[in-house]
């Protein structure tokens, strides 16, 4: 591609930049408060599904190969949960993830 073709790219890029960064740019920054209040909603939600499951934190964490103190911090929010985990309480407690929902 010649200097012309170059110069298309580069400024279709910087466009591609404006339009993802403006609405960033515009937004606050997030809060560690709001990051752990997503955390525990997560972890509230887990521990709902694994109750109507009938199974304890001992039960799901033989199951998952896992502590059952992971189990206690991720349900608490008291734990960073992965999406290695996230997909993990999928698969076992047989709920779907939902990735782009807001709410």
Do not use: C, N
């Amino acid at each position: 591609m010649g200097a012309a073709g170059a110069g298309k790219v580069s400024r279709r890029s910087s466009e591609v930049r404006r339009v993802i960064t403006k609405p960033m740019i515009e937004k606050s920054r997030i809060t560690s408060e709001y990051i752990q209040e997503f955390r525990e909603r997560i972890g509230s939600e887990i521990r709902a599904i694994r109750e109507s499951r009938g199974l304890s934190q001992d039960d799901l964490a033989d199951i998952m190969e896992v502590h059952r103190a992971t189990i206690s911090k991720i349900e608490t929010g008291k734990f960073a949960i992965s999406i290695d985990y996230l997909v993990k309480f999928a698969w076992y407690l047989d709920f779907e993830v939902s990735l782009l929902s807001r709410g």
